[in-house]
């Protein structure tokens, strides 16, 4: 049977910014994944940085990391959720990017001395990054996100890109619009107006959409939707209702009851397959929405009030929560609120407490006075990245009686540098993607929370960090009860700590935040929700 030829999907957004592109793409990827077709999902992002390695999170959120070291915008963390399947850099493009790029090929001289446009230099290498993702020949459809918002100045280049890919394409492509209609509370009717609007300001740029998705907060009845399809030059029925969900993972089944996959098969003539492999979909969302118990998680951060910042791991501790039928409710504590004073009233009762990844010494005091709680009284504890680093720094200074123990990224001059900066970044200078990114092994001891977790003896798992474990202190804080339980063989670097007499005490150098999905959960996780029902269920541990 020949390969279906690979057929391509654009979405755009119109009205205003986090209307839920990401979301919209990644559920109607799980629907055709859903219906047997190979499917990867694309973001264009309009920023002219590189990528989002040296933003901070208050500026984009989260830095998504993938196996091949790039670093990524969030939604990518919902396309591998909702997908299961793993991105790439061809995954994710920037302006940054595709300008410095075509930057580099003027400079070699590749374009002959002609001058260098926007159309059609710019807009061919943006034809051309969207075009990688076919050469996978395990790919039938291709989703294409474009951030911001349609009229924005900064995506009209992608927008006469894809439009020109649509001419050549023919029937191979179509457009989704994700837009809003909003419903005003004092004349209590929905207005369609912002939606034509947005439809017009997309024509006016050359594009008719094929699929209108439109949010909104009260259903739309079928006069709403038949006033929308006739402004907007669409089909009454590829006007798609996208009521407010309690989650995200409720987005794939409200979009397949308004019949968004059959739209979009219908139009790209894709022969209609027999829906497979829902079952442990609705397996998670029963265990999400009926849970049968409860335990309350304690997250100590830098970003806290910018949860953001740290999608992957509240969507991976609701991945954990949910496949035991336990509801785990979150609660965000900024690290720079702690102290010796308050802490008990923080966290006395909490059933675990998690200490998130970051850069720099702000909130750092307050990170080891929550891990010293956890440590002395028993709490379940999960420290990811500049976490695990901190639960190090913390033993050896209260432990080992270190009283100076650092990291010198903390403390340059400390004479008991516990982590320090990795031999190979001494003498990097730029910052952009130059960190230890991307998939690396790492082999578990025996008798140890990890390998009780992963089941196996190696794992690989996502990096992004500069500074390790010093091995000097590796004896030292065995002898006293902390030990290194994951290594990574090639290079002698601790991955994993822990403190075996502890109820369930682990520190994680890499990020496993990022390889939780749906259908699989990540063992670390859920060994820590684990341990928190158990915590739960024992209060005299205490």
Known sequence: MPKLKTKYIFVTGGVTSSLGKGIISASLGKLLTNRNLRVTIQKLDPYINVDPGTMNPYEHGECYVTDDGAETDLDLGHYERFLDRTMSQANNVTTGSIYQTVINKERNGDYLG?????????????????????????????????????????????????????????????????????????????????????????????????????????????????????????EKNAVIESMDAKSIYEVPLLMQKEGLDKVVL??????????????????????????????????????????????????????????????????????????????????????????????????????????????????????????????????????????????????????????????????????????????????????????????KNIISERHRHRYEFNNKYKKPLQDLGMIASGINKEHNLVEIIEIPAHLWFVGVQFHPEYKSTVNSPHPLFCSFINAGIKHKNNETVR
């Open 266 to 455: 219908k139009k790209l003539n894709i022969p209609t397959k027999k829906i497979i492999n829902e079952d442990n979909w609705k397996k998670f969302l029963i265990g999400l929405q009926n849970p049968k118990l409860k335990i309350s998680i304690t997250v100590v951060g830098k970003y806290v009030e910018l949860q953001d910042a740290y999608k992957s791991i509240s969507e991976a501790l609701i991945h954990a929560g949910a496949s035991q039928s336990c509801k785990v409710d979150l609660n965000w504590v900024h690290a720079n609120d702690i102290n010796k004073h308050n802490i008990n009233k923080i966290l006395n009762k909490t059933n675990g407490i998690l200490v998130a990844p970051g850069f720099g010494d702000r909130g750092i005091d307050g990170k080891i006075i929550a891990i010293k709680y956890a440590r002395e009284n028993n709490i379940p504890f999960f420290g990811i990245c500049l976490g695990m680093q901190t639960a190090v720094i913390e033993f050896a200074r209260n432990v080992l009686k270190l009283r100076d123990a650092n990291s010198t990224e903390m403390d340059p001059t400390t004479s008991n540098p516990v982590i320090h900066l990795m031999e190979k970044q001494k003498n990097i200078l730029k910052k952009g993607g130059t960190m230890r990114l991307g998939s690396y092994e790492c082999h578990l001891n025996k008798k140890t929370n990890a390998i009780h977790s992963y089941k």
């Open 114 to 234: 002609k001058t260098v446009q926007i159309i059609p230099h710019i807009t061919d290498e943006i034809k051309r990054r969207i075009g990688l993702l076919e050469k996978n020949k395990d790919i039938d459809v291709v989703i294409t996100e474009i951030g911001g918002t349609v009229g924005d100045i900064e995506a009209l280049p992608y927008i006469e890109a894809v439009r020109q890919l649509k001419w050549e394409l023919e029937d191979n492509a179509l457009f989704i619009h994700l837009t809003l209609v909003p419903f005003l509370s004092a004349a209590g009717e929905l207005k369609t107006k912002p939606t034509q609007h947005s439809v017009k300001t997309l024509l006016e740029a050359g594009i008719q959409p094929d699929i209108l998705v439109c949010r909104c907060e009260q259903p739309l009845n079928q006069d709403i939707k038949s006033k929308i399809a006739r402004f907007c030059n669409v």
